[in-house]
């Protein structure tokens, strides 16, 4: 890499870092309890609530792993997960009502309250701990990797300014996490959008663009790839399930200062949201025709290889801009659901701090900040070993929040009274014993553990009254 690029992306990264303090810092507040903390008082407006939404949506994986599952496989890509993730959102209104008229300050709260089981609260806040951790590794990961071989810096070095800066926007709480939001989703539509156009400037109109990407290849264009639809098919869907019974869009639709702003939220997502896979696809795309072959010993590497061999250096700045605010708008909306999980929901925390004692909330949410900065660390850590690819720990984590939450969020109200803990452990159970055990990935093995939650909770007694 040529000096004067990495000194712009080091001027880049050193204009962020400044944006992010002021706009993080403006919603710190010395008055603050839980329910600011976890929820923003619910009092979101639109603006706050669609960019935090939009925001927290694109993670650094999704950005990284789709762009290369599409210059790897075309349009498979597509159809396994940007279909998957829009079925998924299509769900989200109709838990609307259910989730807005409760009070709880999580989910896994409001699953106990839903159905009368203190240890669905267990349950769930265990389950978002392990999986948020992983997810959570996987923007470390993401970002260092591809800072590290941009600017030829160790890998943790990278991952540490994402950490830094996860940690900052999340001690203040939802309300800093949303307002740092508005500028990262400005971001990444700029960083993709940007080499996007660049790529057509270069290669000509989407469909001049669209005939030389098939020319390299008819399986490039099915829509299935060199897979079965038995694969893809699941896959797909089990991306929906996460996305609809993800606790970070869950507390979304809880914060926002109204049910007509969290429904316009819901409505006006598909359309900022569609505009980034679009620009995605065109430079995942492009990228193919201008670069036909690709090797990197990881999907980070890979990703940083072919940005700087196909862009020039400001489009690619912008994108690994993107990257950076997408890994950090992500990591801490899901750190923030970590700590609530560890310091609010799981029993053998100390839950005799009563809301509205000034002194017990300050030590609450001394306490949240401590836990913070501890799963923070351990992620940190954790991401400097091995692991999986991107996509696979994404898909394992999305799998076991799906098989807590889901049926709970979306089962007709008929089934509140129906034992739920027995049907979501077994679920889980099965699930880990089969992903363990037999050489599928975890969408695969998620439906029928799905499935058999519901036989469970379908053929289970009634909880008793009282």
Not at 76 to 99: C, E, H, I, Y
Not at 202 to 224: I, K, N, Q, W, Y
Not at 257 to 281: D, N, Q
Not at 406 to 425: G, I, K
């Amino acid at each position: 890499m040529i000096l004067s690029q990495a000194v712009g992306n080091l001027i880049a990264f050193g204009f962020y870092a400044i944006l992010l303090v002021v706009l993080a810092g403006q919603a710190f507040t010395w008055n603050e309890n839980r329910t600011r903390f976890y929820l923003a008082g619910r009092s979101l407006g639109l603006r706050s609530s669609l960019s935090t939404f939009c925001a927290t949506w694109m993670s650094a994986a999704s950005l990284v792993g789709y762009t290369l599952w599409f210059y790897r496989d075309g349009y498979v890509a597509f159809t396994g997960s940007v279909n998957g993730w829009m079925l998924g959102l299509l769900a989200l209104p109709f838990a609307v009502t259910r989730l807005r008229k409760s009070r709880a300050l999580s989910l896994p709260e409001w699953l106990a309250t839903e159905y009368g089981d203190p240890r669905l609260r267990t349950i769930g806040a265990s389950a978002l701990l392990l999986a948020y951790t992983f997810y959570i590794v996987t923007q470390f990961q993401a970002f260092g990797g591809i800072v590290s071989h941009m600017l030829d810096i160790p890998s943790w070095v990278a991952s540490l300014l994402v950490y830094l800066f996860v940690l900052y926007t999340t001690f203040g709480g939802l309300a800093s996490v949303a307002s740092s939001d508005e500028m990262n989703l400005a971001l990444i539509l700029v960083g993709v959008t940007v080499p996007a156009a660049y790529m057509l400037w270069r290669l000509g109109t989407p469909r001049e663009l669209h005939h030389a990407f098939a020319a390299l290849g008819p399986v490039l264009m099915r829509p299935f790839g060199s897979e079965s639809p038995a694969f893809i098919f699941p896959m797909m869907l089990a991306w929906g399930l996460g996305v609809a019974a993800n606790p970070q869009y869950a507390i979304r639709i809880m914060s926002a200062g109204s049910r007509r702003t969290a429904y316009l939220m819901l409505i006006l997502t598909p359309l900022i949201v569609g505009w980034i896979y679009v620009c995605l696809t065109l430079t995942g795309m492009g990228g193919r025709v201008l670069l036909p072959s690709l090797t990197g010993p990881g999907d980070d590497a890979a990703f940083s290889t072919l940005i700087t061999a196909i862009l020039p250096p400001l489009p690619a700045m912008l994108l690994l801009v993107a990257v950076l605010a997408a890994a950090v708008s992500t990591a801490n909306s899901q750190l923030l659901l970590a700590a609530c999980s560890w310091c609010y929901d799981l029993p053998f925390r100390n839950r005799t701090l009563h809301r509205g004692d000034f002194g017990s909330e300050e030590l609450f949410l001394v306490r949240n900040r401590v836990a913070i900065g501890a799963i923070a660390s351990l992620c940190l850590c954790i991401s400097q070993f091995p692991l999986p690819g991107i996509l696979s720990l994404g898909r394992y984590s999305w799998t076991v929040v799906a098989l807590c939450f889901f049926l709970p969020m979306y089962l007709p109200e008929r089934y509140r009274r129906r034992r739920l803990f027995m049907a979501v452990l077994v679920a889980l159970a099965m699930h880990h014993t089969l992903l363990f055990l037999l050489p599928f990935p975890a969408e695969i093995t998620m439906l029928p553990s799905l499935l058999l939650e519901l036989a469970v909770l379908l053929a289970g007694p009634d909880r008793p009254q009282g």
